[in-house]
């Protein structure tokens, strides 16, 4: 069982910034594929962001288009942590953000999230 832990939320003006914090449990979180999705009231939950574990001596990142240039995804792994920091806030931003992981992740499919985090309250004012 693998457990998630956000923190970092908050409220925030435009244009801020804020970094979240995802700490895991379990002892192979390098090889976690990790990911950032957010859900705002009254809307599906979208994807954010996500990390690969180290593939040769690279991470692969990818982000939604919306968070393009603005978001970075990262990760330590010693400290069994990912981070997502977030500049140039706007008030669409505005969600619960949440952590999940794909503990056995494949390169021939996509991630597989099946651990989740209870999620962290992001709030930008205009």
């Known amino acids: 069982q693998v457990q998630l832990v956000e923190s970092g939320g908050g409220l925030v003006q435009a244009g801020g910034s804020l970094r979240l914090s995802c700490a895991a449990s379990?002892?192979?979180?390098?090889?976690?594929?990790m990911g950032w999705f957010r859900q705002a009231p009254g809307k599906e939950r979208e994807f954010v962001a996500a990390?690969?574990?180290?593939?040769?001596?690279?991470?692969?990142?990818d982000y939604a288009d919306s968070v393009k240039g603005r978001f970075t995804i990262s990760r330590d792994n010693p400290k069994n942590t990912v981070y997502l920091q977030m500049n140039s806030l706007k008030p669409e931003d505005t969600a619960v953000y949440y952590c999940?992981?794909?503990?056995?992740?494949?390169?021939?499919?996509?991630?597989?999230?099946?651990?989740w985090g209870q999620g962290t309250q992001v709030t930008v004012s205009s």
């Open positions: 999940a992981a794909d503990i056995a992740p494949s390169r021939a499919a996509p991630p597989k999230y099946n651990y």
């Open positions: 379990g002892r192979t979180f390098s090889r976690y594929a």
């Open positions: 990390i690969s574990w180290m593939i040769g001596n690279t991470y692969y990142a």
